[in-house]
C-alpha cells in the first residue's frame, strides 16, 4: 500500500504522559499535514511542513505539543502531559506541489488517542 | 479562508443523483471551491475542485454558480459506498496551504 500511513492507529493513556505519534506519507510528497479532529467536528488544522522545515503552526498547537519531520520523510506529532482535552483523532495528510497542480492533500487512517 | 455552509445531513435514494449544496458568499476571487469527503473511521479524501467553471471527473460533477457564492456537488449515480461526511471548503490554491474544515454534510445513503 503505497497511501499514507499512521501509527499507532488507537492510544490509551493516563492524564499527565507523554505520547508520540508517527507519519509516513507518499513517498516523495514535498508537504506534510497534521490536523485534530473531536467527534462530530471537522478536521482542525494543527501544522504543516514542506520538505523539513515546519511553515505554519496554528495556535490550537500549545507548547505542549511538538512536531518534527527529520529528513523531509516521516515526521512524529508528540504530546506532552496529556489532557483529557487532548483526546481526538490526530490525521496526517501529504501532498506534493507542483506548478498547475490541483494540490490534493492525501489522508491517513488517523490516530486516536484516548486520555483517561 | 472563506467560510462555507452547508446543510447538516440528507438523504438519498440508492441508485438516484445527489446534489449537495455549499453557500460561500464571501468567497474571493483567487479562492478555489474544494470537496472532500470522510467515510466513517477513514481519514478525508479529496473529490473534486473548481475555480469558476463546472468540473466533472470520475467522481463527481461540479457545479459553481456565475457569481460563485454557491456550488453544488452532484455525485450522479449515489451506492451505499457513498454514504460520508462530505466538507465543501474554499482557499486558495498556493500560499495557504491548510484545509479549513466546516461540519460538512452527512449524506445517507438509502437502499
Known amino acids: 500500500d503505497t497511501g499514507v500511513s499512521q501509527d499507532p492507529r488507537h492510544k490509551i493513556t493516563k492524564r499527565g504522559q507523554n505520547v508520540t505519534f508517527r507519519c509516513d506519507p507518499i513517498?516523495?510528497?514535498?508537504?506534510l499535514y497534521w490536523y485534530r479532529q473531536t467527534l462530530g467536528q471537522g478536521p482542525e488544522f494543527l501544522t504543516y511542513?514542506?520538505?523539513?522545515?515546519?511553515?505554519?503552526k496554528s495556535r490550537l498547537l500549545s507548547d505542549r505539543f511538538s512536531a518534527e519531520r527529520p529528513k523531509g520523510s516521516f515526521s512524529t506529532l508528540e504530546i506532552q502531559r496529556t489532557e483529557q482535552g487532548d483526546s481526538a483523532m490526530y490525521l496526517c495528510?501529504?501532498?506534493?506541489?507542483?506548478?498547475?497542480?490541483?494540490?490534493?492533500?492525501?489522508f491517513g487512517p488517523g490516530t486516536r488517542l484516548t486520555v483517561l | 479562508d472563506a467560510k462555507t455552509t452547508q446543510p447538516p445531513s440528507m438523504d438519498c435514494a440508492e441508485g438516484r443523483a445527489a446534489n449537495l449544496p455549499c453557500n460561500h458568499s464571501t468567497i474571493s476571487g483567487n479562492e478555489y471551491v474544494y470537496w472532500y469527503r470522510q467515510i466513517h473511521s477513514q481519514g478525508p479524501q479529496y473529490i473534486i475542485h473548481?475555480?469558476?467553471n463546472n468540473e466533472t471527473n470520475e467522481m463527481a460533477s461540479l457545479i459553481i454558480t456565475e457569481d460563485r457564492k454557491s456550488s453544488t456537488l452532484i455525485l450522479p449515480h449515489a451506492t451505499l459506498r457513498d454514504t460520508a461526511v462530505y466538507y465543501c471548503i474554499v482557499r486558495v490554491n498556493f500560499g495557504n496551504e491548510k484545509l479549513t474544515f466546516g461540519t460538512g454534510t452527512r449524506l445517507t445513503i438509502i437502499p
Open positions: 495528510a501529504s501532498s506534493l506541489t507542483t506548478s498547475g497542480s490541483r494540490n490534493e492533500q492525501f
Open positions: 473548481g475555480l469558476k
Open positions: 513517498s516523495e510528497h514535498n508537504r
Open positions: 511542513f514542506q520538505n523539513e522545515a515546519q511553515l505554519e
